[in-house]
């Protein structure tokens, strides 16, 4: 009923008289003095800065490659819709949207990545939309464009619930690219620790709409997985059926309920029930896996808390970020022996994971420019950890994966023309990443006296070694196994890997060059550091959370 009534309000408000302005609907100004350029293509338009053009080839090749299949199990082709490029804003994400109709993507590739190129994956996932836009846009409601313009599109995307319009774009940029997200074990991870509860509680509506009490999985992962069950229980794309009888009757309001009845007898809260079911048996029947990890932490768990990046102080401390529903984002050191927390300082919106040396702590933060929306940096911070007092380094605003070297601060530097590279202070190897490769993380060895990163590019994930003559090496191949948070320590590599089909701490041998998983999880492992003591940092994951 919730859902019901939110969406005749939305429906009747987008057809009520508006104060009419430039934009209907504005993402944000980009920074003054861009040049922007534009490349007329079959699918439209695509229009980015001067200095991108190498990139807006990449995505204007990306669009063509994919538009004969983009739009498999709907009857009609993707809208033609302009594609506009975004280049200097580090939170990653993309829109489609009408009024004016166009595609936003915000080309920055994302920090907590998997194992595929972030154009691939957002021009996939976005060109979706346009598909679902184009089978929406019809009929009735095309004829209803003559009046209001463009603003009767925006009220045909309202037929359909947004966790449709989600789960249908991830289905497709799992099925059409190299490597969806839906393919991660985290994407079911947080389904997979509630288990039973998803079925048992009595209010479906939390499930759809969200709360501030409990953890709920967002819509692209419930869209995704109503989506690819309905696809497999009726062999077709059942949302066809209920874009067309939506865009032929949109004054019945309640299109999608009438288009699941008629055509399936069914509806969405049976589609909810069954998904779950299945997915619940399936996972019950799995063997059964143990933590290997132990707690640190002895604080009660009184809401949904995550702790991250745990780094060893000393014997007896070790500090990571925390976040729960009551507090926003901040240090905490955890005493080893007794368990117990005491809070050091608040931070920011954290784009990457902090990195300890010699009394200091490093991280990076998401900073948005006061002028213009589109311009949000990844400000390089430090915090001196006796004081507790976080500062930001001036002029170090494209920064991320800060790393202490025994020659100073390294770090990866993102330049908005979209290469990478790594550079640092005085003394520090600069070394310059190939055109279309990403680097999510960097790692200082103090054996081997060497910068090690991770990377992406067409071949999948890898790790890099940067030599003294400033040439990389590789220390494995590409594949298309997602790695994350690298760290390095007395000769080994530690990061999280999929290889294993869960996300689980693995470790790499500088001297034998073997790579080794380190930890076993009922759900999964992240944030792996070694502690100098013959231990492990990382947080492990269940219903109520990340825990160190």
Not at 509 to 516: I, P
Request: with cysteine; glycine share 8%; hydrophobic share 35%.
């Amino acid at each position: 009923m919730a859902r019901m009534l939110a969406r005749v309000a939305l429906l009747f408000g987008a057809l009520l008289p508006v104060v009419a302005s430039g934009q209907y609907y504005d993402w944000g100004r980009s920074p003054q003095g861009m040049r922007w350029m534009q490349a007329k293509l079959p699918s439209g338009k695509v229009v980015f800065p001067d200095y991108y053009s190498d990139n807006a080839a990449r995505v204007a090749r990306y669009l063509d490659t994919i538009r004969p299949s983009i739009s498999y199990g709907f009857e009609y082709a993707p809208l033609k819709m302009p594609v506009v490029l975004h280049t200097e804003n580090f939170v990653a994400n993309g829109m489609a949207m009408w009024a004016p109709k166009r595609i936003e993507l915000e080309m920055i590739p994302d920090a907590q990545p998997f194992a595929e190129p972030w154009l691939k994956h957002l021009v996939t996932h976005e060109y979706r939309h346009a598909v679902q836009y184009g089978n929406l846009y019809r009929r009735f409601m095309k004829g209803l464009g003559y009046v209001p313009g463009q603003q009767a599109g925006f009220v045909s995307s309202v037929l359909v619930p947004v966790w449709f319009l989600e789960g249908d774009a991830v289905m497709a940029e799992t099925q059409m690219s190299s490597f969806g997200r839906a393919l991660q074990p985290s994407f079911t991870m947080e389904y997979r620790a509630l288990g039973d509860a998803v079925r048992s509680r009595r209010n479906i509506d939390r499930w759809f709409c969200g709360s501030y009490r409990t953890n709920v999985p967002d819509h692209y992962h419930l869209g995704y997985q109503i989506a690819a069950y309905a696809d497999t229980r009726y062999r077709e794309n059942i949302w066809d059926k209920v874009a067309w009888y939506g865009a032929r009757n949109p004054y019945m309001i309640f299109t999608t309920s009438i288009a699941l009845k008629k055509f399936y007898r069914t509806d969405v809260g049976t589609l909810f029930a069954e998904t779950f079911d299945g997915l619940n048996y399936y996972w019950n029947a799995l063997p059964a896996r143990r933590n290997s990890s132990r707690y640190l932490s002895a604080e009660p768990v009184e809401s949904y808390t995550t702790y991250a990046f745990p780094l060893a102080i000393d014997a007896q401390r070790v500090l990571a970020l925390k976040t729960d529903y009551d507090r926003p984002t901040r240090f905490v050191t955890i005493d080893t022996e007794s368990g117990r927390e005491r809070a050091v300082a608040y931070t920011g919106s954290v784009s990457t994971r902090p990195a300890y040396a010699d009394g200091r702590v490093w991280w990076t933060e998401y900073r948005r420019s006061t002028l213009f929306e589109q311009r949000v940096n990844s400000q390089l911070c430090y915090m001196d950890l006796d004081r507790g007092k976080p500062k930001a380094v001036r002029g170090r605003r494209h920064a991320l994966y800060p790393t202490p070297t025994d020659r100073g601060l390294a770090w990866v530097e993102y330049s908005p023309d979209g290469r990478f590279a790594v550079t640092g202070e005085a003394g520090v190897q600069h070394w310059e990443a190939p055109a279309q490769t990403e680097l999510h993380g960097l790692a200082w060895d103090d054996r081997t006296a060497r910068l090690y990163f991770l990377a992406t590019d067409d071949s999948g994930m890898w790790l890099g070694r940067i030599e003294p003559d400033g040439t990389a090496t590789h220390l494995t191949e590409g594949a298309y196994i997602t790695l994350s948070d690298l760290t390095a320590r007395d000769g080994r590599l530690y990061f999280g890997s999929i290889a294993s089909g869960y996300d689980e701490v693995h470790c790499y041998d500088l001297a034998t060059g073997r790579q080794y998983r380190l930890s076993t999880s009922t759900y999964g492992s992240f944030s792996p550091s070694a502690d100098g003591e013959g231990n492990v940092l990382m947080t492990t994951y269940d219903a109520e959370g990340y825990h160190a």
